[in-house]
């Protein structure tokens, strides 16, 4: 299969065409994924690495005690509050959410619930909204590490939709028997793997990767005028980390992206019974994100959203 199918299209559609993929015009949103978006990658990958690594300390009952508390209240949960309130048995599953995503984040919560591990999901909120919703409905599962983006952004960039399968990724994931080195740089000189969802281990390698990934982000700083995303600064911290740290590409057959789950039948013949979450990539728009679930089933709100510990939104 071919290399681009791990890639992510570039956000901006002004930067310099996307290489690599033939459908670059199509996803850009970003996923509900381990990792995050621009801009708050950055802070994200704070939360990840506190969350691995964070003993379950439990939560202050304080916190959870009174049933009607001002939903101002979670203005001020910390991430490591969250963190250590959400992790169980050293493990956390972190995405990253805003408002215009929830039905997504929804979706995705009722797989997860059906493999019993929605009790560790952290939900980044990337906006105040998304942070009350979450929190009034499940307390304590949405943190969110201000600034926040305006509305506008976190539209443009909500978060994009992953969708678990028959198992969890992080339980059933055996390294694949093949190379652990970087794919070879594309034309601007770096890789173009897909940060949208990451797994990792609280390594020194890991760390590393993450304190660099931090690095280029400040580096490169996102902003209105540039656009960028995370995924080029994790892709030169990759680049910037190669040989000193152990890494690879999850197996795509486990994780397909929307542009070869969604357009190839026959491959999707082919892997069956071994997929375990598509990205609804390669397509753009909450509309036709949500039809093209529908159409491959794949939407479970509609008729089990009783499933997700958020109900209906
Ligand atoms: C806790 O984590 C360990 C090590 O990853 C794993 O072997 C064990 O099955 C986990 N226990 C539960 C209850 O998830
Ligand atoms: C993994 O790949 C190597 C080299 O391609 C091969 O020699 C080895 O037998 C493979 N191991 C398994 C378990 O498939
Ligand atoms: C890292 O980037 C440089 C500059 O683009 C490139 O020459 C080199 O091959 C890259 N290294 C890896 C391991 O991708
Ligand atoms: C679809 O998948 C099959 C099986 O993996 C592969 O042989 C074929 O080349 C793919 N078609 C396209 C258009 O990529």
């Known amino acids: 299969m071919s290399s681009f199918l791990h890639q992510r299209p570039i956000q901006?559609?002004?930067?310099?065409?996307?290489?690599?993929?033939?459908?670059?015009?199509s996803s850009s949103q970003r996923p509900i994924s381990i990792f995050s978006p621009v801009g708050l990658i950055t802070l994200l990958s704070l939360v990840v690495i506190l969350?691995?690594?964070?003993?379950?300390?439990?939560?202050?009952?304080?916190?959870?005690?009174?049933?009607?508390?001002?939903?101002?209240?979670?203005?001020?949960?910390?991430?490591?509050?969250?963190?250590?309130?959400?992790?169980?048995n050293g493990t956390v599953i972190v995405c990253a959410v805003s408002q215009p995503y929830l039905p997504f984040l929804n979706n995705w919560l009722i797989s997860i619930s059906r493999q019993k591990h929605q009790d560790k999901v952290l939900v980044i909120a990337e906006d105040y909204a998304t942070l009350y919703k979450v929190n009034e409905k499940w307390p304590g599962h949405a943190?969110?590490?201000?600034?926040?983006?305006?509305?506008?952004t976190a539209h443009k960039f909500g978060s994009q939709v992953q969708y678990p399968f028959s198992h969890i990724w992080f339980?059933?994931?055996?390294?694949?028997?093949?190379?652990?080195?970087?794919?070879?740089?594309?034309?601007?000189?770096?890789?173009?793997?897909?940060?949208?969802?990451?797994?990792?281990r609280p390594t020194d390698g890991a760390k590393l990767v993450m304190k660099k990934w931090i690095e280029e982000l400040q580096?490169?700083?996102?902003?209105?005028?540039?656009?960028?995303?995370?995924?080029?600064?994790?892709?030169?911290?990759?680049?910037?980390?190669?040989?000193?740290?152990?890494?690879?590409l999850l197996p795509q057959t486990a994780f397909p992206t929307?542009?070869?789950?969604?357009?190839?039948?026959?491959?999707?013949?082919?892997?069956?019974?071994?997929?375990?979450?598509?990205?609804?990539?390669?397509?753009?728009?909450?509309?036709?994100?949500?039809?093209?679930?529908?159409d491959y089933g794949l939407w479970l709100v509609d008729d089990h959203v009783l499933e997700s510990p958020l109900g209906r939104l």
């Open 171 to 200: 339980l059933s994931v055996k390294p694949p028997n093949h190379s652990h080195d970087l794919p070879p740089p594309g034309k601007k000189g770096r890789t173009y793997i897909c940060s949208c969802m990451i797994f990792m």
């Open 258 to 294: 929307g542009g070869l789950y969604f357009k190839n039948q026959t491959w999707v013949q082919e892997t069956k019974g071994k997929h375990v979450i598509i990205h609804n990539n390669y397509i753009t728009g909450f509309e036709k994100k949500i039809k093209r679930f529908r």
């Open 219 to 248: 580096a490169q700083p996102w902003s209105k005028a540039k656009k960028a995303n995370d995924q080029p600064a994790f892709n030169w911290a990759l680049n910037k980390t190669a040989g000193q740290v152990d890494l690879y």
């Open 12 to 25: 901006n559609p002004f930067t310099s065409a996307y290489p690599v993929s033939p459908r670059s015009s």
């Open 51 to 88: 969350g691995v690594f964070l003993p379950w300390s439990g939560m202050p009952q304080s916190i959870f005690s009174t049933s009607k508390v001002s939903l101002s209240r979670w203005r001020d949960y910390s991430l490591t509050e969250a963190a250590s309130f959400v992790a169980k």
């Open 143 to 152: 943190v969110l590490v201000p600034p926040a983006p305006d509305l506008q």
